[in-house]
């Protein structure tokens, strides 16, 4: 081949080369919008409990009824008793957050919801306490839904109940992870969720490089489907010998939250999933405030905060991992929205000994929702919110059983 022909083929090859990239950016744009979803099988949750939402990528379905594990949905789409949307005449509460919220591995009547209603009545307090919880969501998706939802919920008084231990990081990641098909809750890559408000955040902060320290690859990870999935490849190759520093949460079970969020300094992803919390939590002060509604956050701890991180058995120390960390952030942000806040942490840490989570898995069980419930019922009636509450614990000792304590959750609600 003669250097003249060599030189006359060279054009051919590179668009040969750059029309095979752009193939294959094409296809991986495709991959990326639409990513593989696995199979029914590996559902956490009954059939036909969620349903696909256009806002907060899924939520409860209306009308769902699972009467062997205590479980329904009522018309409007929450985990409540039936209610009548727009304005009430009684006093209404409304509660919003993630699984904690929602009350998973509890039946219906033990969910803090509920039982707060339940003692309300009892101390002859006429009001509604309705549940907008709904799990896996963070904080964005639980201010989403109360806000679309306004205008049938009406509050009175709004508590947002945030988990310390993963709402940032289901921030970080947003509704795009979880999807229904065929009734089906199932769980998918992350990939941006068209439209979402926090998009551009999320497109940075989910990069696993950022998290291997890998420096420069931010402008290819923004434009480059093919790029992110190769770099996805990569780090689930080399995920596990990575840890803590990969980019998936790690002993979420040991610890009873996303350890990630323990650790200090804050890496990226973390400090980012926090900063979509915070600017969640002012959405809903700035639409409270402007509506006159009363609204308080409550901080649920994580497991290890409650207990220690005395034999968890991971190598990893205090002096690595600082349990206290999320709820010094979720202080910080309550103070940066100007909203009030109400730790839990003393509250359950005076009351563990009942125990107040399951054996084996890091929800409240029917007990740990009684003491939320009573700790929000005292709250609110000390700044004024709802009528005084005296004996609001004899009443719901007397009312609500709680059960054996001490049950796995899969006996009571499937994961």
């Known amino acids: 081949m003669t250097d003249a022909t060599s030189g006359r083929r060279w054009p051919f090859v590179l668009a040969a080369l750059l029309v095979a990239l752009a193939l294959g950016e094409a296809g991986a744009r495709w991959r990326w919008a639409h990513p593989p979803i696995p199979p029914p099988e590996q559902a956490p949750a009954p059939r036909g409990m969620f349903a696909n939402d256009p806002i907060t990528g899924y939520r409860f379905a209306p009308g769902f009824a699972d009467r062997a594990h205590g479980l329904s949905t009522n018309a409007l789409g929450f985990r409540d008793r039936?209610?009548?949307?727009?304005?009430?005449?009684?006093?209404?509460?409304?509660?919003?957050?993630?699984?904690?919220?929602?009350?998973?591995?509890?039946?219906?009547?033990?969910?803090?919801?509920?039982?707060?209603?339940?003692?309300?009545?009892?101390?002859?307090?006429?009001?509604?306490?309705?549940?907008?919880?709904?799990?896996?969501?963070?904080?964005?998706?639980?201010?989403?839904?109360?806000?679309?939802?306004?205008?049938?919920?009406?509050?009175?008084?709004?508590?947002?109940?945030?988990?310390?231990?993963?709402?940032?990081?289901?921030?970080?990641?947003?509704?795009?992870?979880?999807?229904?098909?065929?009734?089906?809750?199932?769980r998918r890559p992350w990939a941006p969720w068209p439209g979402e408000r926090d998009r551009a955040l999320r497109v940075d902060a989910n990069r696993p490089l950022l998290a291997q320290g890998v420096v420069g690859d931010g402008l290819l990870w923004r434009f480059s489907s093919l790029y992110r999935l190769a770099a996805r490849g990569m780090h689930a190759a080399r995920g596990a010998s990575a840890r803590p520093w990969g980019m998936e949460p790690f002993d979420y079970e040991v610890y009873g939250g996303v350890a990630w969020l323990l650790l200090a300094p804050a890496p990226p992803p973390v400090r980012a999933g926090w900063a979509i919390s915070e600017a969640?939590?002012?959405?809903?002060?700035?639409?409270?405030?402007?509506?006159?509604?009363?609204?308080?956050?409550?901080?649920?701890?994580?497991?290890?905060?409650?207990?220690?991180?005395?034999?968890?058995?991971?190598?990893?120390?205090?002096?690595?991992?600082?349990?206290?960390?999320?709820?010094r952030r979720t202080e910080a942000l309550a103070a940066s929205a100007g909203v009030?806040?109400?730790?839990?942490?003393?509250?359950?840490?005076?009351?563990?000994?009942?125990?107040?989570?399951?054996?084996?898995?890091?929800?409240?069980?029917?007990?740990?929702?009684?003491?939320?419930?009573?700790?929000?019922?005292?709250?609110l009636a000390q700044r004024g919110w709802i009528p005084p509450v005296d004996g609001l614990r004899a009443a719901l000792e007397a009312a609500v059983p709680v059960g054996s304590a001490p049950a796995t959750l899969r006996e009571a609600w499937p994961r």
């Open 82 to 186: 039936a209610r009548v949307p727009g304005a009430g005449s009684v006093l209404r509460i409304v509660v919003t957050g993630d699984s904690f919220a929602a009350g998973v591995g509890v039946g219906d009547r033990q969910t803090l919801t509920r039982q707060l209603e339940e003692g309300l009545r009892r101390r002859g307090i006429a009001a509604e306490v309705w549940n907008l919880g709904v799990p896996h969501f963070g904080t964005a998706q639980a201010v989403d839904l109360l806000l679309a939802e306004w205008e049938r919920v009406q509050p009175n008084v709004v508590v947002h109940l945030l988990f310390t231990g993963n709402d940032a990081w289901d921030d970080l990641q947003g509704p795009s992870v979880h999807t229904v098909r065929d009734g089906w809750m199932t």
């Open 340 to 379: 009030p806040l109400l730790p839990l942490l003393g509250t359950l840490q005076a009351r563990a000994h009942e125990p107040v989570y399951y054996r084996d898995d890091s929800h409240w069980n029917a007990a740990g929702h009684r003491v939320a419930a009573i700790a929000i019922g005292e709250d």
């Open 280 to 327: 969640a939590v002012a959405r809903l002060a700035e639409r409270c405030g402007e509506l006159g509604v009363p609204v308080v956050l409550v901080s649920a701890p994580m497991r290890a905060a409650v207990e220690g991180l005395a034999g968890v058995g991971t190598g990893l120390t205090e002096e690595a991992l600082d349990p206290n960390l999320p709820e």
